[in-house]
Structure formats: C-alpha cells, structure tokens
T-cell receptor, first 114, second 111 residues
Framework: NAGVMQNPRHLVRRRGQEARLRCSPM?????VYWYRQLPEEGLKFMVY????????ESGMPKERFSAEFPKEGPSILRIQQVVRGDSAAYFC????????????FGSGTRLTVV | AQSVTQLDSQVPVFEEAPVELRCNYS??????LFWYVQYPNQGLQLLLK??????LVKGINGFEAEFNKSQTSFHLRKPSVHISDTAEYFC?????????FGSGTQLTVLP
C-alpha cells in the first residue's frame, strides 16, 4: 500500500514561471491537505480538499495560488508567476475521514525560485 | 482560535538519557492532539495521537505522551534516547478542519 506520493521531489523555477506540484493520496483516502514549510519554521496550513471540492482554503494566499483535487488523478497545487518568497517545502497529506484522526504525509516538494 | 506552543526550539541530550519535549495548546473545545517527527529532507511521520480515553498515549519508537487537560499540555517523553532519535518534533492540534502545528523542537542526541 503506497503512501502519499508527491512529485517532483525538487522543483526549480525562475521568477515569473508557473509551478505545479502533484500529490496522490493513499489508497482509500479522499481528504487531501496542503501545507507549506518555510526554512526554520513549522508547517502552515494552506488548503483542505475532498474530491472535486475545496473544503477550506483559509491558508491560501489570495493571489497566484490555486489547488484542485479532480475526480480522477492527483491533487494539484499550482503557483503562478512564482517569486523568491515562494521558495519552501510543500507537503501534501491525506486522511480517510477528515483531519481529526491525523494525516499521512508525503515526502514533500522542495520548490526553489531563482 | 487555537494555538500550539512548543516551549523549546532546541533540546540537546546525551544518548540513553531521558527526554521530555513540551507542548501546550489553547482551545476552548475538545481537541485531538498529535506528535509528528520529521527527519532531514523528509516528510512528517506520525508518532502518536490522543483522540479520547486514557490520557497516557504510547507511540512508535518508544515514545509516549500524556494529555493533561487542566494544564492544557501534551508533553512527549522517552525514557532513553538513541542517536537515531535526532530529528525535528512537531506537536499538532486538530480542530474543525485542519491540523495546527507548533513551531517544532529540534532534538539532538549526543554520543
């Protein structure tokens, strides 16, 4: 039973380009969460999705960031027109029944904006 | 609003010594509490969780934590640490629709 799969592991983008981060949840998990970890900081919640629905996006920046979790395929976190401040580790997690029972995390995507 | 405070950002300890990593939370409703561990350049791994029932929770790798409602604490303990326990440890609380994480405690086990 594969865990939460994130790809790519490392992503380098020039300022102004788009970044697409992918997350395949564990088998049987229909709840997906995205977190961002800046250097020397803890994890900050970004968005919570179920299949085809955004449940809570209170942690998403208002501009340039979007997330989706389509009926088929992985969840995508999309960052348009990246800036240096977007450089961080982005972690995806999944759970079978919502957040109250804990998540399983992926290994993260480390985005570097040059 | 809820918050999680990890009182120590760095904890150095000698191998085979006991360790306690402190975590306090603030919440006006029932909470679910978690400890995660993060090894360098990896994701977070669940150590243990408190949902209900016994206030002493045992997790993986010999760790345990005690939920103390009156002190709103959920401290993590291990009686004898190993070099391999060197990692970042995060306390988290679940309320409503998300996990809120503390800022982390770097545990460094010295030979």
């Amino acid at each position: 039973n594969a865990g939460v799969m994130q790809n790519p592991r490392h992503l380098v983008r020039r300022r102004g380009q788009e970044a697409r981060l992918r997350c395949s949840p564990m088998k049987g998990h229909s709840h997906v969460y995205w977190y961002r970890q800046l250097p020397e900081e803890g994890l900050k919640f970004m968005v919570y999705l179920q299949k085809e629905n955004i449940i809570d996006e209170s942690g998403m920046p208002k501009e340039r960031f979007s997330a989706e979790f389509p009926k088929e395929g992985p969840s995508i976190l999309r960052i348009q027109q990246v800036v240096r401040g977007d450089s961080a580790a982005y972690f995806c997690a999944s759970s079978p029944e919502g957040p109250n029972y804990g998540y399983t995390f992926g290994s993260g995507t480390r985005l570097t904006v040059v | 609003a809820q918050s999680v405070t990890q009182l120590d950002s760095q904890v150095p300890v000698f191998e085979e010594a006991p360790v306690e990593l402190r975590c306090n939370y603030s919440s006006s409703v029932s909470v679910y509490l978690f400890w995660y561990v993060q090894y360098p350049n990896q994701g977070l791994q669940l150590l243990l969780k408190y949902l209900s029932g016994s206030t002493l929770v045992k997790g993986i790798n010999g760790f345990e934590a005690e939920f103390n409602k009156s002190q709103t604490s959920f401290h993590l303990r291990k009686p004898s640490v190993h070099i391999s326990d060197t990692a970042e440890y995060f306390c988290a609380v679940s309320e409503r629709r998300q996990l809120t994480f503390g800022s982390g405690t770097q545990l460094t086990v010295l030979p």
